[in-house]
């Protein structure tokens, strides 16, 4: 009877009470191309999910990853391919964000500027891909560069002010959970707005690929053209689970709660 009861729970536990968000965990094929600051040249700072503190402070929109410690960069002539941890489903919806360093303008309470504004922008060129080889990449945005403007929030209870909270929140962000809004739907929020304009996602920029025709998505790959005059930063991509594992992982939660 309770583990009926507990399969039921787990059943109906949305995702980001499970927070299982697939990560990119393997590079490859990584040029840096013409980079400045050259010393942002570790892909391996891109695997995995974002540091929950940047410097001294909380990650959050109004202070974004910024050590090398923390994201990689593409310039001009450089290129990075992400391999997911396991094959990400294609569905309704989208499947993939991206968390590249990007900070709001704002006060020091954590009001957004009016009209909203990033002190960074990157940009870069995005493919995916199902089998990670050559020809087997499709452009998203019909090839054109792609601009990342919207931040990252790791903790969904942070409180204010968000740019200098030495202290983080106690509920993780969900990182496998698509947020939907755009850079203008912070203009003038204050940080209470903005938490409830994020709704427990991690933000970051998202993407759908259900139009390309591809039947599932394992790799993406960011690229600058030479002679380009922007660059790209990636501090982690995330996507959404398959609907099985965040039921998987809501179960194992409750099973060893049940346990102790």
Not at 41 to 59: E, F, I, R
Not at 129 to 143: D, H, K, P, Q, W
Not at 227 to 241: E, H, K, T
């Amino acid at each position: 009877m309770h583990l009926v009861k507990i399969l039921i729970t787990a059943i109906a536990i949305p995702a980001s009470a499970a927070n299982a968000a697939i990560f990119a965990t393997s590079y490859s094929n990584y040029t840096a191309g013409s980079l400045t600051p050259a010393n942002y040249n570790n892909p391996a700072t891109a695997l995995g999910k974002s540091n929950p503190v940047s410097g001294l402070y909380a990650l959050s929109p109004y202070n974004g990853a910024f050590l090398n410690t923390d994201m990689v960069g593409i310039g001009a002539g450089g290129s990075l391919t992400l391999q997911f941890a396991s094959t990400v489903p294609i569905g309704a919806g989208r499947e993939f964000g991206v968390h590249a360093g990007v900070n709001l303008l704002g006060d020091g309470d954590g009001t957004s500027s009016d009209p909203a504004a990033t002190f960074n922008v990157r940009r870069a060129i995005v493919e995916v891909s199902e089998f990670g080889i050559e020809g087997s990449f499709i452009a998203l945005n019909s090839g054109n560069p792609i601009t990342f403007d919207l931040p990252t929030n790791y903790w969904a209870d942070l409180a204010g002010p968000p740019g200098t909270q030495t202290t983080g929140g106690t509920i993780v962000a969900d990182f496998g959970k698509p947020f939907e809004g755009t850079l203008s739907s912070f203009t003038g929020l204050d940080w209470t707005a903005a938490k409830t304009l994020l709704n427990g996602s991690a933000g970051g920029t998202w993407f759908d690929v259900s139009g390309l025709g591809l039947t599932s998505l394992n790799y993406v790959r960011f690229s600058v053209p030479v002679g380009a005059n922007y660059r790209m930063f990636i501090d982690s991509v995330a996507a959404v689970p398959e609907p099985a594992t965040v039921a998987l992982c809501a179960l194992s939660a409750l099973v060893l709660f049940r346990r102790r």
